[in-house]
Structures are given as C-alpha cells and as structure tokens.
C-alpha cells in the first residue's frame, strides 16, 4: 500500500495513475479479507499522499485519480462479495449471520451508544499506559511513532491539515473501538488490533527524521531506545 502510494506521487504518465489509482483499493480490499479491522488500510493513501504530495501533484491528477480509483472500489466490491459468498453464502455478512449472535452488542437507540462510547472512553488509559499490555511499554515505536505523525499532520497548513485529522481519527478510532467494544467474555479482545497502524507508525517515525533538526532526532533515538 505504501509503495504504490509513493508510485502515485512519482507517476509521470496517465497510464502508470491509472494503473496505481486502481490497484490501490484492490490491495485494500485484500488487506480487509486478510482481517476486517484492515479495511482502515484504505484510508492509508490519504495519510501519505496528503503529507508527501505538493499542490501541483493534485491540480495535474485528481481527476484521473478519481476516476481509476473509483473502477477499483467497484471491482474490490466484487471480489469481496464472490469471496464471502464463496466462504459464507453471504454476499456481506455480518457477525449474526455469520456466527449465529451478535459480536458487538450494543443498546438501542442513538443516546444510549454515545452514553456507551463515553462510558468506554476513560478505558482509552489502559491500551496506552497500562504495565501489562499498554502501548507505550509493548511496543514503544507504534505509540511514538503515532505520536509523531500527528505533530507532523498539525504543522499542515489550511483545510488539508483539517481533512488529514479527520482521516486520522478515522484510522486511529476503528481499531480503538473494536478493543474497547469487544471486551466480553470469549471475544476477539486484544491489542493486536492496533498493529494494523505499524506502518504508519513507522512512517511517522521517518517523516521525523527528515524534517526535524539533529537534535530533535537524537532525543527521539534516545526515547524509542529508553522504551
């Protein structure tokens, strides 16, 4: 994802973002069949072409970007649904039809999910902090590294900075949520749900470096060495 990400910023030719603009929600999809908290990798190629792209890149290709990419999700819609009815007999099942329940259970009526989302929130301390599986301690570049990539984000200017947030709340809050909703008895809980962020952590991390004085990076070696 983040190599045809990169060729779509350094493609010169309409068939070469043509050829990327599709194939980019074609992975995606894949991504998702692998585990279903991957989908968030689809919002992956804003984060990065956001940051790395100038202004020209987008006045020269959003409209071909568009219209590739688009043929792409229709595709991916596709294959997504000859898989799961292949596998399930359901073209987009859910967890009722697939399991027999209902794997996240959540009240009825719009007030009492947001009563419910700000009753979960303050357990936000834990997949952060906590000495026994908290982010910081388990695996310090994903916390730094996410970390960074806001600080960076935050230094856009314009309503590219603000779609960029948005996005990445996007990406941060799916995997966060099925942690904090899936806390029951014989569920999928786990942190390993936020792995699926590592490249962009990672990225974070890089993007630092080659913006930030020298400094600045050894006091970060330091803390991801120190973690």
Not at 34 to 46: G, S
Request: proline share 4%; aromatic share 16%.
């Amino acid at each position: 994802m983040f190599w045809l990400s990169v060729k779509l910023i350094r493609s010169n030719t309409t068939r070469e973002i043509a050829l990327f603009s599709f194939l980019i929600p074609v992975i995606a999809a894949l991504c998702y069949l692998l585990r279903p908290v991957n989908i968030i990798a689809a919002l992956f190629p804003f984060v990065i072409v956001g940051l790395l792209a100038d202004q020209d890149f987008y006045k020269r290709r959003t409209k071909q970007m568009l219209l590739y990419g688009i043929s792409g999700i229709l595709v991916s819609l596709v294959l997504v649904g000859i898989f799961n009815f292949t596998l399930y007999g359901f073209y987009f099942p859910n967890s009722m039809e697939m399991y027999g329940y209902e794997v996240v259970k959540t009240p009825d009526g719009f007030i009492n999910k947001i009563k419910l989302i700000f009753y979960l929130l303050p357990d936000i301390r834990h997949i952060l902090f906590s000495s026994e599986f908290g982010l910081l301690f388990t695996s310090p570049l994903l916390f730094v590294g996410l970390l960074l990539l806001v600080f960076q984000v935050f230094r856009l200017k314009g309503i590219k900075k603000w779609m960029l947030l948005i996005i990445y709340l996007l990406v941060m809050g799916i995997p966060t949520a099925i942690i904090l909703f899936l806390q029951e008895e014989a569920c999928a809980y786990g942190f390993r749900y936020l792995f699926v962020l590592a490249p962009l952590a990672v990225m974070g991390v890089v993007y630092f470096f080659e913006k930030a004085g020298r400094s600045a990076q050894r006091n970060t070696q330091r803390l991801l060495l120190l973690s």
